[in-house]
């Protein structure tokens, strides 16, 4: 069987898939890497949140509050260790209305019944349903957001322009970089992501995410470059979240206002969580986790929105930069968010002097090591549904948002799917050997929703014998309607004074179907599946002859 294409990833990326010490078994060296990878990351974590805080209309803290603690108790509690958390643009774009028409204080509330739902999701274990999304669906994720993480480091070479409502940072004012400072900025960008793809082949001693940041940095402030710096976007400095509670009346009018956004909000946040737990699952050999994954965001988002936060979920770009970073643990990512909340405290003077290109480098480069390049490779081999599918969720994703992206994608593959199957249904039509004058269908392929018009049309009630057999040896019913189309083809054979008899139909066909009024004949190797209908349905409800 081939290898995955996420796989393959983690190969191209020199990720060896190592097994997860525990916190007591960390060796002094690998407890380096952790630390490391966690300051990289913390970097990383600044002007994102930022950025994300400008879309959602709200104060740069307000995001900065939000990657702490989200990414603090995901990492303590999350159902996958290596995994990054934090504000994310997929939660941002929604929440962005619901700020402009009611105000931040609306945004808490929804924030807080945002991760209850997220809570319910995973008490009621429905996490591990990420499992029915099919793999096209997943290229067309991995390819679509690492375009979007591409899209969204585009607005730092942009001139920053007016300043924020609340005074504290400047929006681009739409004008592009022009000569030197481009010059500077693509240079200065060029030479990070050389300086991360060349350190690994010398030496692992420092992440070389974290190399290529220091050294840009140190070029920069040494020389007084004059390119776009971190406090461009915003200051950082601020004290300690602090416990709020959202200033909204407890009302049936207020729930009605923040159910639909809480509502949306959940499902991308699990989402976009559980497929990049998915993916770091691939990077790094580990399995399961899903509905634990769906406990920690729930926990996270109520804490968050009592503590002035505007809520997050897994960030694929932060939890790339982790991994390849050497982060195997919940060291990493614990430390990423305390290095975070030292930043807003005591060394914002300090982070506001990183060049943002040094970031826009490290980004680029997750974007390289996100798209799933081989993908354009298989297009041409794989079936052209799944082609389809990967290319659908890609511009889905990019169009709109990663969870109707992923909804679309699992539709169309689900009816596909379903069309394939619905046309496998057929017969062999023979003479009975131990029923003399009488006749056998030998049906082949499922019978289903999809495939019971295929199935009435191999029938001719007029023209068959007295007596007919259909034998369901290889076949399975598997739904409501394939037991409605049995009794339909048993009310014509009545109606025209005809015996039917059914073959090798498991023992809970028998049961709904004794009442068909045809003889239902047992046999030694009658197969065992159950039947995927409610059980509480009578016998006889799905009409026919009775």
């Not at 060296?29 to 990383?44: F, W």
């Not at 209305?97 to 945002?114: I, K, N, P, R, S």
């Not at 826009?360 to 490779?377: D, E, H, K, P």
Request: glycine fraction near 10%.
């Amino acid at each position: 069987m081939p290898k995955s294409t996420l796989a393959s990833f983690a190969e191209r990326i020199a990720l060896p898939r190592l097994s997860r010490p525990g916190l007591g078994q960390l060796s002094f060296s690998q407890l380096r890497v952790e630390v490391l990878s966690g300051l990289t990351v913390a970097l990383a974590l600044v002007p994102e949140a930022v950025a994300f805080a400008f879309v959602a209309g709200v104060h740069p803290l307000v995001g900065l509050y939000a990657a702490f603690l989200v990414g603090l108790i995901t990492a303590l509690l999350g159902g996958r260790p290596g995994m990054i958390s934090g504000a994310t643009g997929a939660l941002a774009v929604v929440m962005v209305a619901l700020v402009a028409d009611h105000g931040v204080e609306y945004l808490f509330a929804t924030v807080v019944l945002m991760g209850i739902l997220q809570l319910l999701a995973g008490a009621f274990r429905l996490g591990k349903f990420i499992r029915l999304v099919p793999h096209p669906v997943m290229l067309g994720f991995v390819n679509g957001l690492a375009i979007v993480i591409f899209l969204a480091q585009l607005g730092q070479f942009q001139v920053p322009g007016t300043a924020t409502p609340d005074g504290h940072g400047f929006l681009p004012n739409g004008d592009w970089l022009t000569g030197l400072p481009l010059a500077l900025m693509l240079s200065l960008t060029a030479l990070t992501m050389g300086i991360i793809y060349v350190l690994p082949k010398f030496t692992r001693v420092i992440p070389a995410p974290l190399a290529g940041i220091l050294v840009i940095a140190a070029i920069v402030i040494g020389f007084g470059l004059d390119v776009p710096r971190v406090g461009d976007l915003a200051s950082i400095e601020g004290g300690l979240p602090a416990f709020h509670l959202p200033a909204v009346p407890l009302s049936f009018e207020t729930l009605e206002i923040i159910f639909p956004y809480a509502l949306i909000l959940a499902a991308i946040g699990l989402i976009e969580s559980l497929l990049t737990l998915n993916l770091v699952g691939e990077m790094t050999g580990q399995r399961g986790g899903a509905s634990k994954e769906c406990l920690a965001q729930g926990t996270a988002n109520i804490v968050t929105g009592f503590f002035g936060g505007m809520g997050g979920c897994a960030m694929i770009g932060q939890s790339m930069i982790n991994v390849k970073s050497g982060g195997r643990t919940r060291v990493s990512g614990t430390l990423a968010a305390l290095f975070l909340l030292a930043f807003i405290l005591v060394g914002s003077s300090l982070i506001e002097q990183i060049p943002l290109a040094a970031l826009v480098g490290v980004m680029f480069m997750v974007v390289i090591g996100t798209f799933a390049w081989n993908s354009l490779r298989i297009m041409r081999k794989i079936p052209l549904m799944d082609a389809f599918v990967i290319v659908l969720v890609t511009a889905v994703t990019v169009q709109f948002d990663l969870a109707i992206a992923v909804v679309v994608g699992v539709i169309v593959s689900a009816l596909a799917y379903a069309w394939n199957n619905a046309r496998r249904i057929h017969c062999i039509k023979r003479d009975s050997v131990r029923t003399p004058g009488a006749i056998v269908y030998e049906i082949e392929g499922p019978l289903f929703f999809g495939s019971t018009d295929g199935f009435a049309e191999i029938f001719s009630p007029e023209n068959d014998p007295d007596v007919v057999i259909v034998d369901f040896m290889r076949s399975r019913v598997v739904d409501q309607s394939a037991l409605q189309a049995i009794e339909d083809l048993a009310a014509k054979y009545a109606a025209l004074g005809k015996t039917l008899q059914l073959r090798h139909l498991s023992r809970d066909c028998h049961a709904l179907l004794s009442r068909a009024g045809q003889l239902m004949v047992d046999s030694d190797d009658d197969p065992d599946y159950a039947l995927a209908v409610d059980y509480s349905v009578r016998p006889g409800q799905f009409g026919g002859a009775h």
